[in-house]
Every structure is written in structure tokens, then in C-alpha cells.
């Protein structure tokens, strides 16, 4: 009878940043004291601004769930916020992980903005999000089937081999309510094995409404296969900690409703530790590579800029919540604080792609489906290029002529390379990228276009061409 409120949650992003400069103090322990009050506010008010011009139709308010000291400097604090959407919001109105924290990363790194509080902008990470978090809302009819197996070790095994005579005896249910030591069911999540979750478009398979049941012939003839591809995939790049693939999901493509799009699980030993386990742009990366490259052969095509995360050991925090997981990955997301990022922005122009105003919305399935195209392909190259220095790849927008895109590229700032590094970096790119083209006298970084590059060397190289084409006609 209590589940009724659970029918009007509001979609929850909980998001965890570090507060650059702000010392945590013993008052932040207690909600109630002026000192947190007062922090709240600066915060609650600076979330706002951020996302509501982000999310005009969509976003609902901010809320701050908790401060707390930063783990590895505990003088410093760390907030954890709720970014809080609408209730009648549809799921495909809402923005992904990577939106979510992208518009707070670009907002507090843009020296333009003056807001109540600094973030560090490499802590923010996305612990909680209604597309990985399960856990969001556990009012809903749970505790009324929990209660009865709970509150049964209570009164001895009897009353729950006659529930309908010991019912009115042991009607407090009410009362053993707060026993319910749900958490006593966590042994089973201690043998859990690290999954990612991926998605992915199956080129030239066509949904057929037998891919609905999952006992069908035809479900398990493609099941058969993917397993297949994927093992083969994955067995070879990480032979030690590897276990096996999974299919979760046969479904339409939502933007291509004749196509089948299947959510694959990658799942990892138990026994591999966290430290062990590829990052997320790893795993979407070897897959990528795999299918992109002509001389393999798989059971089924798969096409690459469709590939996608979306869950993994390092967001889902509803793969282990009763562990001290968060404990060990926290430190990982709050390491990258030590070290100086610099941004350098991108922008290039596709000649043979046609623009539509689709790719000004980056909720549309366009601009997702688009960006996702761009990031798998182009985050490789640049890990290739820049392997001791590059960090992460970003799609800022989409804009008119033909479609010229901007990119945000970070990389350490101690050894990032040169705009014409990158800009040549693009260049070489252009042959081998698939889906969309780059024309490399477009190419601009941080606004200085790289045409002038080339166009310096041509000054210098045609003399000396002039040169060699005299002395051989005199050599004749």
C-alpha cells in the first residue's frame, strides 16, 4: 500500500565532485548547522544554473544529498548532488551519463563563469543515474513481500509454514518492519562478477518479432552467434581475467526500427580486482578495432559507431552496493585531481554529410548516434598518437556547413602536444574514419586554423622544386 509515492520519482542523476579550496569542517557532518546551510545554498544555487539553461523543458532542481571530506585529502570536501529531472520526463528525453557530466565539466572549466563555489572538474563522477541505478527507488512494494521472510526468523519456522493462521497473531508486521535486515541478503553480491553492458547495431539484421523470445530458434541462433563474435573478441585481449559474453537483449533499433540491436554483457572473472579491470573506453575500443578491422570474419557484422556502455563496474553502483567497493573506485576518480589538464578545442568541417536541425538537440537520437560515431572512432587515434598524454574526448556541437563539428580534447599539460601535432594527427585520420569525412583544411585548434600550416611549408617547398626540376633539365 505504500508504493503509490514511488509512481511520482523524479529521474536522479547522483553526481560526487571535490570542492576546490572549500576545507571541511566538523559542522558539515550535521545538515542542520548554519555552516552546511550555508554551503548548501551556494550549491544548490550553482547546479541550477548550470543545468537549467541546459535543460529548460526537463530539469526539476538540485539538491544536496551530502558533504563530506575528500578521501584522499580529507581537508577538503566533496559534495554529493542529485540533479533531479522532472517525473513526466520520458527516458528518452533524458540526457546520458556522459551528457550530464560533460555540461558540469564545461561549465566550471569556462573562465567566463563566476559561480558560488569552484569544482574540480576532474572529480566529477556519476555514481548513480536512472539508466545503472536499480537501487533508486527501494520503497517500491519491497518491503511488503520482504517483510513476511524477515520477520518470520522472529517467531520460528512455523508461522511461515502457516501463514494464514499466524497472520492475525503475528499481525505487527508493522513492528518487525524495522528489522527487516534486508542487508543480510548481500552475500550473494560478494561473488558478483565485473560486467559491462554494451550495446550495439547488428548491420544488415533485420528485427523479426520472434527476437522478442528469447527461447525462440531464431533468438538462439543469433544468441549462438554473438556469443561467438564476442568471445572471440574479448578472449585474445584479456586471456587472464576475461570469463565469458552474455546476451542480454534483442530489441529494434530505435531509430531504425527494421534493424535488431543487441545488449551484450562482457562479464570479467569474481576474482579479478578493480585495478585489473579495463576502463569503459577500453572495452567499447577493442570492440570497435575488432569489427572495424577487413581481415577478420565474425558470425555477424556489427556496426562500429553504434557501440556503447551503458553500465560497467566503475558507474553501476548497483553491481555490489552492500561491498566497500565505492570506497576503492572513489580514490580512482579523485586521483586524476593531482594532475593539471589542459583542453585543447577542435573543430572540422564534413563536406558529404548533410546538417539537420536534429544535431542542434543533444538529446536527439541524431546527435547521440552522431557523437557516439565520432568519439568510438577518434578517441583511438588520439590514444595512438598521444599515449602518454591524452586523456579524453569530448563532442561540445554540431553546427550548419555542411556539418562542422567541435570537439573538447584533454590531455595532460605537462606533455600535450602542439595544436599542429593534433591538427596532422586529424589529418591522418581522415583515410581511415568511416560514417563521416574530415576536410582537412577545416581543421582548427583553439581557433588557429592548420591550413596556414601547410601553406607555409608549400612557400618553402616550391623554390626547391623549381630548383630540382632546373638542375635536372641542365643534367640532360
Given at each position: 500500500?505504500?508504493?503509490a509515492p514511488?509512481t511520482a520519482?523524479?529521474?536522479t542523476?547522483?553526481v560526487?565532485?571535490a570542492?576546490?579550496?572549500?576545507t571541511?569542517?566538523?559542522?558539515?557532518?550535521?545538515?542542520?548547522?548554519p555552516?552546511?546551510?550555508?554551503?548548501e545554498t551556494?550549491?544548490i544555487s550553482?547546479?541550477?544554473?548550470?543545468?537549467?539553461p541546459?535543460?529548460p523543458n526537463?530539469f526539476?532542481?538540485?539538491k544536496v544529498k551530502?558533504?563530506?571530506p575528500?578521501e584522499?585529502?580529507?581537508?577538503?570536501?566533496?559534495?554529493e548532488?542529485a540533479?533531479?529531472?522532472?517525473?513526466?520526463?520520458a527516458?528518452a528525453?533524458l540526457?546520458?551519463?556522459?551528457?550530464?557530466?560533460?555540461v558540469?565539466?564545461e561549465a566550471v572549466?569556462?573562465?567566463?563563469?563566476?559561480f558560488?563555489?569552484?569544482?574540480?572538474p576532474?572529480?566529477?563522477t556519476i555514481?548513480?543515474s536512472?539508466f545503472l541505478?536499480?537501487?533508486?527507488a527501494?520503497t517500491?512494494?519491497?518491503?511488503?513481500t520482504?517483510?513476511?521472510?524477515?520477520?518470520?526468523?522472529t517467531?520460528?519456522a512455523?508461522?511461515t509454514?502457516?501463514p494464514?493462521?499466524a497472520?492475525?497473531?503475528?499481525?505487527a508486521?508493522t513492528t518487525?518492519?524495522?528489522?527487516?535486515?534486508?542487508p543480510?541478503?548481500?552475500?550473494p553480491?560478494?561473488?558478483?562478477?565485473?560486467?559491462?553492458?554494451?550495446?550495439a547495431?547488428?548491420?544488415g539484421e533485420t528485427?523479426i518479432d520472434?527476437y522478442?523470445?528469447?527461447?525462440?530458434?531464431e533468438y538462439?541462433?543469433l544468441?549462438?552467434?554473438?556469443i561467438?563474435?564476442?568471445?572471440?573478441i574479448y578472449?585474445?585481449?584479456?586471456?587472464?581475467t576475461?570469463s565469458h559474453?552474455?546476451?542480454?537483449k534483442?530489441?529494434?533499433?530505435?531509430?531504425r526500427?527494421?534493424?535488431t540491436?543487441?545488449?551484450l554483457a562482457?562479464?570479467f572473472?569474481?576474482?579479478?580486482?578493480?585495478?585489473d579491470?579495463?576502463?569503459?573506453?577500453?572495452?567499447?575500443?577493442?570492440l570497435v578495432?575488432?569489427?572495424?578491422n577487413t581481415?577478420?570474419n565474425f558470425?555477424?557484422?556489427?556496426?562500429p559507431?553504434s557501440v556503447?556502455?551503458i553500465?560497467?563496474?566503475?558507474l553501476?553502483?548497483t553491481?555490489?552496493?552492500?561491498?566497500?567497493?565505492?570506497?576503492t573506485?572513489?580514490p580512482a576518480?579523485a586521483?586524476?585531481?593531482?594532475?593539471a589538464l589542459i583542453t585543447?578545442?577542435?573543430?572540422f568541417r564534413s563536406?558529404?554529410?548533410?546538417?539537420?536541425?536534429e544535431?542542434?538537440?543533444?538529446?536527439?537520437?541524431?546527435?547521440k548516434?552522431?557523437?557516439?560515431?565520432?568519439n568510438?572512432?577518434l578517441?583511438p587515434v588520439?590514444k595512438?598518437?598521444?599515449p602518454s598524454?591524452?586523456k579524453s574526448?569530448?563532442?561540445?556541437?554540431?553546427s550548419?556547413?555542411?556539418i562542422i563539428?567541435?570537439?573538447d580534447?584533454?590531455f595532460?599539460?605537462?606533455?600535450?602536444?602542439?595544436?599542429?601535432?593534433?591538427?596532422?594527427?586529424?589529418?591522418?585520420?581522415?583515410?581511415t574514419v568511416?560514417?563521416?569525412?574530415?576536410?582537412?583544411s577545416?581543421?582548427?585548434?583553439?581557433?588557429?586554423?592548420?591550413s596556414?600550416?601547410?601553406?607555409?611549408?608549400?612557400?618553402v617547398?616550391?623554390?626547391?622544386?623549381?630548383l630540382?626540376?632546373?638542375l635536372?633539365?641542365?643534367?640532360?
Open positions: 500500500m505504500t508504493e514511488t520519482a523524479s529521474p542523476f547522483v560526487t565532485a570542492l576546490s579550496g572549500e571541511f569542517i566538523d559542522a558539515y557532518n550535521n545538515n542542520t548547522s555552516e552546511y546551510k550555508r554551503l551556494k550549491l550553482t547546479c541550477s544554473k548550470i543545468y537549467k541546459r535543460f526537463t526539476s532542481h538540485c551530502k558533504l563530506r575528500v584522499v585529502r580529507a581537508t577538503e570536501t566533496e559534495a548532488l540533479v533531479v529531472f522532472d517525473s513526466t520526463t527516458t528525453d540526457p546520458q551519463n556522459s551528457e550530464v557530466t560533460q558540469l565539466v572549466t569556462n573562465t567566463s563563469n563566476n558560488d563555489v569552484s569544482i574540480t576532474a572529480s566529477v555514481i548513480s536512472p541505478d536499480t537501487t533508486a527501494p517500491t512494494a519491497a518491503p511488503a520482504a517483510a513476511p521472510t524477515t520477520a518470520a526468523p517467531t520460528a512455523p508461522t509454514e502457516a494464514t493462521t497472520s492475525p497473531t503475528t499481525a508486521p518487525a518492519a524495522p528489522t527487516t535486515a534486508a543480510m541478503t548481500e552475500a553480491t560478494t561473488a558478483a562478477s565485473p560486467t559491462f553492458v554494451v550495446t547495431a547488428l548491420s528485427f520472434a522478442n523470445n528469447n527461447t525462440s530458434p538462439k541462433r544468441e549462438t552467434k554473438l561467438s563474435t564476442c568471445s572471440k578472449k585474445p585481449r584479456f586471456p587472464n576475461f559474453c552474455k546476451v542480454k534483442l530489441r529494434p533499433v530505435e531509430v526500427a527494421t534493424e540491436e543487441a545488449e562482457v562479464v572473472d569474481s576474482t579479478t580486482a578493480t585495478a579491470l579495463p576502463q569503459n573506453s577500453e572495452v567499447t575500443q577493442v578495432e575488432a569489427v572495424t581481415s577478420n558470425d555477424v557484422s556489427i556496426t559507431a556503447t556502455i553500465s560497467s563496474p566503475f553501476d553502483t553491481v555490489a552496493p552492500t561491498t566497500a567497493a565505492p570506497t573506485a572513489r576518480t586521483a586524476p585531481t593531482t594532475i585543447k578545442r577542435v573543430t563536406v558529404q554529410d548533410t546538417f539537420t536541425n544535431l542542434l538537440n543533444p538529446s536527439s537520437a541524431a546527435y548516434a552522431r557523437a557516439t560515431m565520432i568510438t572512432q578517441t588520439f595512438r598518437e598521444f598524454s591524452f574526448l569530448d563532442v561540445v556541437s554540431f550548419n556547413g555542411s563539428t567541435i570537439i580534447l584533454s595532460e599539460s605537462t606533455s600535450a602536444p602542439t595544436s599542429t601535432q593534433i591538427a596532422n594527427a586529424l589529418i591522418n585520420a581522415a583515410s568511416l560514417g563521416f569525412d574530415i576536410e582537412g577545416s581543421i582548427g585548434v583553439n581557433g588557429i586554423s592548420s596556414g600550416v601547410r601553406h607555409k611549408i608549400s612557400l617547398t616550391a623554390p626547391c622544386l623549381l630540382l626540376s632546373w635536372l633539365l641542365n643534367q640532360q
